[in-house]
């Protein structure tokens, strides 16, 4: 269970462990199972389980500081703070981080991208790169926030955009709602 590092992956575990069990053959018991035996055992793989857990914290290896500098950690905090109105209009790269830390907001794009087909890569890259044909891409023009890596050009135009307000900016990510 240790070397899966998501939850969502703890089917796979539990399908094998169940096939595991099943295959093998029922004990023959002469002794009936002590009580006290299974407690200790139960015990002490808590006790292991919760010393393993505790050193998990990304801020006891110093993680914080690279998933902050990659990820838009203080903008979502400012969401969480200042909630609006989803849907969400997102950067590609973002997508799965958006999902794990908020997760009541369905992303518009995330790294998988064949899950979209050509037709929608298209028209978010040629969004990204402030195309005029932003206008009309429906995913940023139904969002209730939109949050953007201020390196890619719609980042700027949308600053300047009527349609959109900025609520939240820092050095990694702007975020923006649509004047409606």
Known sequence: MFAFRTWRDAWFLCVASAMVIADFP??????PIRWTGWAAVSLASLL?????MRNTDFTTRGLDRVISSQYPVDAVNFLRRHPVNGPLYNTFDWGGFLIFYMPQFP???DGRTDLYGDVANEQYNATQEAEPSYRN???LNQAGVVILQNKFPIAKMLTVDPRFRVIYRDDLAT??????
């Open 107 to 109: 992303v518009s794009i």
């Open 26 to 31: 029922a004990p023959e018991r002469e002794q």
């Open 48 to 52: 292991l389980l919760g010393l393993v």
């Open 175 to 180: 975020v923006l709602v649509p004047n409606r």
């Open 137 to 139: 891409d429906p995913s």
